[in-house]
């Protein structure tokens, strides 16, 4: 196991009707900015939950922010921060919001010539304005983490930031909020979490017993609530292992002390920057393909990944490997989602290269557990998932 530090600041505040608790949490003086998406907490009561509980707090409100949050509305918002000296931060919604509030948590401090650079120059966040999150939908582990991804339409990017400064102060999950979400939306949830942990997992054997238990017990659970999770959001207790599940899967935990991956990340961004697939569903068109390309340095985990998630007891380590990822791409087409590129847009063609280039003039010339994932084959990675 390598050496690891560790430390999560956020609170969790889990649970029915902890929306509740929000007055608690938030300083007494503060001047708070509401921050929400395109709307969906006005319809399934969550946003009268939070007013209700802010009734004695200055509040403005800043609504519109798009899925894959976008830098020209997200300036917009800040531009309101500054007007009315706003001193917290509150967002509501999915990941696209909570990764919002995070851009805006620093951009709020930041002195150089353009917010942009937090993200362009890739900045570390120390400190940023407080914030805190009531969380729609379970799927990135924004809540729990301090990281987070923002687009640029004008120059069609997806950029990342992040650094201990951006933890959220507290996060509000009450499991209820998933009975409104449409089932594209859950399935992405289940996808992206899912993804989450095969990128913290799916590398080589480093003898981290528990971090391997533990991503294997959260993939088990996720197998075995999306059923009843697609099939009827009201029922709490899978609602709540589902919920759960998407948190642990990036917060940090698993990942401490054991290599990581992320390169279907890395390449599962553009395709959303370039074509605006859901961020899940990239992640769905890229893995298989990875983990083909990169079988034999990943075989061995895949196989145990076989043998312990999907109870594969057939065949030596390679057919087990195999098994595994068909059994990954199966899971996949049950949620519903489609995993080849082709399912989503006709003009891939020119795709890999265009991507292959983005990484090599960025400097990402080796990504994966042993950096060693370079443009070229990063190309070729992406040709298989057309
Ligand atoms: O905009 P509203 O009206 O809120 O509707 C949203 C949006 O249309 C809707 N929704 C959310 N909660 C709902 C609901 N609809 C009905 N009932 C509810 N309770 O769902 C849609 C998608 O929301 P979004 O926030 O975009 O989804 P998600 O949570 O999947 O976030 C995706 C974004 O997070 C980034 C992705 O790249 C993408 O930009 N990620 C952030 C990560 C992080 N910070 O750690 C890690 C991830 O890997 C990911 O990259
Ligand atoms: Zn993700």
């Known amino acids: ?182 089932k594209r939306q859950l399935a992405n949830g289940l996808t992206d979490a899912f993804t989450h942990v095969l990128e913290q997992y799916m590398t080589y054997p480093d003898g981290a017993i528990l971090q391997d238990r533990f991503a294997e017990s959260i993939l088990q659970t996720i197998i075995e609530v999306a059923p009843k999770v697609l099939k009827d959001p009201t029922d709490y207790k899978a609602a709540a292992n589902f919920m759960w599940s998407c948190t642990m899967a990036l917060n940090g935990m698993i990942q401490k002390g054991v290599p990581t991956d992320w390169a279907v990340h890395a390449m599962g961004h553009e395709l959303t920057a370039l074509f605006g697939i859901d961020h899940a569903r990239t992640l769905a068109i890229v893995a298989p393909s990875h983990y083909k390309f990169n079988f034999e340095a990943k075989k061995e985990k895949l196989a145990q990944y076989g043998e312990r998630v999907w109870n594969l007891t057939e065949g030596n380590t390679d057919a087990k490997a195999h098994a595994a990822i068909e059994k990954t791409v199966v899971f996949f087409h049950e949620l519903g989602i489609d995993t080849k590129l082709s399912d989503y847009t006709k003009e891939y063609e020119g795709t890999a290269e265009k991507i292959a280039q983005r990484f090599t003039d960025r400097g990402w010339l080796g990504l994966g557990e042993h950096q060693t994932l370079s443009p070229d084959k990063v190309e070729e990675i992406l040709k298989m998932s057309y």
């Open 1 to 182: 196991m390598n050496n690891f530090e560790f430390k999560n600041p956020t609170k969790i505040i889990f649970g029915k009707d902890t929306i509740d608790k929000l007055a608690n949490e938030i300083p007494d003086k503060a001047k708070i900015l509401l921050l929400y998406g395109g709307g969906s907490i006005k319809q399934n009561g969550i946003y009268d939950q939070v007013k209700k509980g802010l009734t004695n707090f200055d509040i403005v409100e800043f609504g519109g922010i798009p899925a894959n949050p976008e830098y020209a509305i997200l300036m917009e918002a800040l531009k309101v921060i500054k007007d009315e000296k706003v001193t917290f931060i509150l967002a509501v919604g999915g990941g696209s919001v909570i990764d919002g509030a995070k851009f805006l948590s620093p951009a709020a401090i930041y002195e150089g010539e353009t917010p942009w650079d937090i993200l362009s120059k890739n900045i570390r966040t120390e400190k940023g304005m407080p914030f805190g999150t009531v969380l729609t939908l379970p799927a990135t582990g924004s809540e729990m983490n301090s990281g987070a991804v923002i687009t640029r339409k004008e120059t069609k990017e997806k950029l990342s930031m992040g650094g201990p400064g951006l933890f959220p102060q507290f996060s509000i999950l009450d499991p209820q909020v998933i009975t409104s979400i449409p």
